[in-house]
């Protein structure tokens, strides 16, 4: 089972059918839709501020979702796919937009609806993505718009994955909220 821990009378709330392996962290005011995902010593850390998930969000291994009490909130919408060992601070994502592998989002960044930062990116404080755009680069900058689907086909991945490890465990986290 994961680290679900409440902090000053916060605790974490997840709809149907999420799966957080047992080395994931879930601290806080955290609130999650159904069919969600943390992996394997991803950390999802609401102590100071609200961290807000649609659902089908998938946090791959070793990510990191924080906040500071001044910067908060993050959002981040439906079919969103965070990267192994990204980091998202204090800012926005949109539905269907992918975080790849070691990316960096700072506070009060914002990341559009199907768009794509590549593995690496650091996306500093403030700046829009736009809607099926794909930035890299350190500081990230705008390389061009994402094909049809680009970004979305890759939550329905861990939502299958995540299916398979809860039949294979037995210990679907069926909501609490």
Known sequence: MALIKSIKGLTPKWGRECYFSENATIVGEVTMGDECSVWFNAVVRGDVAPITMGNAVNVQDGACIHV??????????NNVSIGHNATVHACTIRDGALV???ATLLDHCEVG???????????LQGTKIGAHEIWGGVPAKFIKKTSPGQAESFGAHYVEYSKWYLEEDGNAENGNS
Do not use: D, R
């Open 100 to 102: 790849g592998m070691g």
């Open 113 to 123: 609806e199907g768009a794509v930062v590549a593995a690496g990116a650091l996306v």
């Open 68 to 77: 500071t009490n001044t910067t908060g909130p993050t959002v981040i919408g």
